[in-house]
Structures are given as structure tokens and as C-alpha cells.
């Protein structure tokens, strides 16, 4: 098992920044990609970020590309969001989540764990 802790979220202004953080822990050396996700309020769960641990390789919606940024630590465990330049359209719930699959994927189908959740609010 593989157990994700998001931290980070909170209520900031449009045009503001914040950093996510979600810390892994449990079998992680079972997990390849590593990815955020969002849901706003009546919408569908959708793809932002994944990156995998050992390449490093990087893949973002276009909604957010240019404007955020996923990162890990693999010594800590530990990846990141920062999201700059933020707008109320990104408010949502972001969550981390650690897939096995060793595809860089924006399917969330595709990931096996997942974490609670931090909430983002942007306010206009």
C-alpha cells in the first residue's frame, strides 16, 4: 500500500501563487508516475500534472501548462505542485495520486492510490 498526503491548498487572489506538497509513504518503490488532479464543484475529476519519479519526465494539461509546475524529491518522497499565476477557474480540490504503471498518463484510471485532497480557492 501506498499512502498519499496532500498539504499546501488554501484561499488566495487571482494572479497569486501557491505550492502543493503531497508526501508519499508505504510501497513506494512500487510507483512510477506520480500525478495531480483536480475537481471543482458539480464537474468531473480532471487531469493537471504527472511527472515520474525516476525520469523526471514531465506532461500537463493545457489548461495549466506554462503556469504550473510538478516537481519530486525522490530522497524525501515528496512531489509538488506550484501553481503560479492562478485564476478563480482553478479553484477545485487537488489530489495526488501513484500509479504503478510505468506510462507517463493523464488517465486517472491509471493510478492506484490516491490522497484525501487539499482544497484551492482563487478568488477573483
Known amino acids: 500500500q501506498v499512502q498519499l498526503v496532500e498539504s499546501g491548498g488554501g484561499l488566495v487572489s487571482a494572479g497569486d501563487s501557491l505550492r502543493l506538497s503531497c508526501a508519499a509513504s508505504?510501497?513506494?518503490?512500487?510507483?512510477?508516475?506520480m500525478g495531480w488532479f483536480r475537481q471543482a464543484p458539480g464537474k468531473e475529476r480532471e487531469f493537471v500534472a504527472a511527472?515520474?519519479?525516476?525520469?523526471?519526465?514531465?506532461f500537463y494539461a493545457d489548461s495549466v501548462k506554462g503556469r504550473f509546475t510538478i516537481s519530486r524529491d525522490n530522497a524525501k518522497n515528496m512531489v509538488y505542485l506550484q501553481m503560479n499565476s492562478l485564476k478563480p477557474e482553478d479553484t477545485a480540490v487537488y489530489y495526488c495520486?501513484?500509479?504503478?504503471?510505468?506510462?507517463?498518463?493523464?488517465?486517472?484510471?491509471?493510478?492506484?492510490?490516491w490522497g484525501q485532497g487539499t482544497q484551492v480557492t482563487v478568488s477573483s
Open positions: 495520486a501513484a500509479g504503478v504503471t510505468t506510462t507517463l498518463t493523464m488517465r486517472g484510471s491509471d493510478y492506484d492510490y
Open positions: 508505504g510501497r513506494t518503490f512500487n510507483t512510477n508516475a
Open positions: 511527472i515520474m519519479w525516476r525520469a523526471g519526465i514531465t
